[in-house]
């Protein structure tokens, strides 16, 4: 049996469901150009990191977490993906995004789930988007999040977001193209 971004996935209250994952694959697909460059907020057990690799080996995936992480690149490497592709970086996302050099053709926001952290990470990542790229969010819910989850995504999501950009809705990831 193959190990994959879909070994991972499970149901809630996992890092991501199996449909989370062909939806992530699918904005990965039909949303990037040649040789894309990707950040991942919120590193994990790289769940992201993988069905984005998987779909899209050519990428470069900068991926952004205050832990390190270590079974990010373990869980690459039992995949058998290009872990030259994966470049980590250790810190808060809205810091590192404070200084970041370069545009994305797409933006992972699953890292601070606080409803002031994702603020924060919209603010501060939104301007790197490449015309045409997207920003899309995990663990984000239309109402009160449940107890299991108490991520605040959803609300800041609607705040800031405009939902005419909004191209997938799809269990809890909502994504929208600049």
Same mark, same amino acid.
């Given at each position: 049996? &193959?190990?994959?971004?879909?070994? @991972?996935?499970?149901?809630? %209250? $996992? %890092? =991501?469901?199996?449909? #989370? ?18 950040? $991942?907020?919120?590193?994990?057990? *790289?769940?992201? &990191?993988?069905? =984005?690799?998987? #779909? ?16 990010? =690149?373990? $869980? ?5 993906? $290009? &872990? &030259? ?25 699953? *890292?601070?789930?606080?409803?002031? *952290?994702? @603020? ?29 989850? %108490? ?7 609607? #705040? ?7 191209? =997938? ?10």
């Amino acid at each position: 049996m &193959t190990f994959t971004s879909y070994s @991972l996935a499970g149901e809630d %209250p $996992n %890092p =991501m469901t199996v449909e #989370e994952v062909h939806c992530l694959k699918r904005l990965i697909k039909e949303n990037m150009g040649k040789s894309p460059v990707i950040i $991942n907020i919120g590193a994990g057990i *790289g769940v992201s &990191t993988l069905a =984005m690799l998987e #779909e899209r080996p050519e990428a470069l995936i900068f991926s952004i977490d205050v832990d390190p992480c270590e079974g990010e =690149m373990e $869980n690459a490497q039992k995949a058998g993906l $290009n &872990t &030259t592709r994966i470049i980590r970086i250790l810190g808060r996302s809205q810091d590192v995004g404070r200084h970041w050099p370069c545009r994305a053709d797409f933006i992972w926001v699953d *890292g601070d789930h606080r409803y002031e *952290g994702v @603020l924060e990470d919209i603010r501060v990542w939104a301007g790197y988007i490449e015309p045409g790229g997207v920003m899309a969010f995990h663990d984000c819910f239309d109402g009160e999040p449940p107890k299991h989850n %108490p991520s605040g995504a959803g609300q800041a999501v609607r #705040e800031l977001m405009h939902k005419d950009d909004l191209i =997938m809705k799809c269990e809890r990831i909502r994504a929208f193209k600049r």
